[in-house]
């Protein structure tokens, strides 16, 4: 499935080209052109991905798109 960027919300779901799979945790700005969210990924086996760390710190990884992005992923 096909998803424009502004359309992004917390849980979306989106899809590297690879196939690696990504849930918005929390959206961090947006601006009149921009949207930048926090990605997470709790099956990944890098503790930097996951929702939060072993030390309780907010994990995941910070990604900016602009808002006519079309990106691969689900809604919630």
Same mark, same amino acid.
């Given at each position: 499935?096909?998803?424009?960027?502004?359309?992004?919300?917390?849980?979306?779901?989106?899809?590297?080209? #690879?196939g690696f799979l990504w849930t918005v945790e929390e959206i961090v700005r947006k601006t009149a052109k921009t949207i930048t969210v926090r990605l997470c990924s709790d099956f990944s086996s890098s503790?930097?991905?996951?929702?939060?760390?072993? #030390?309780?710190?907010p994990g995941g990884v910070i990604r900016t798109f602009r808002k006519t992005s079309v990106l691969q992923g689900i809604q919630p």
């Open positions: 499935m096909t998803i424009i960027a502004s359309e992004i919300k917390v849980k979306t779901q989106l899809s590297d080209d #690879d503790e930097q991905h996951w929702t939060k760390k072993k #030390d309780g710190t």
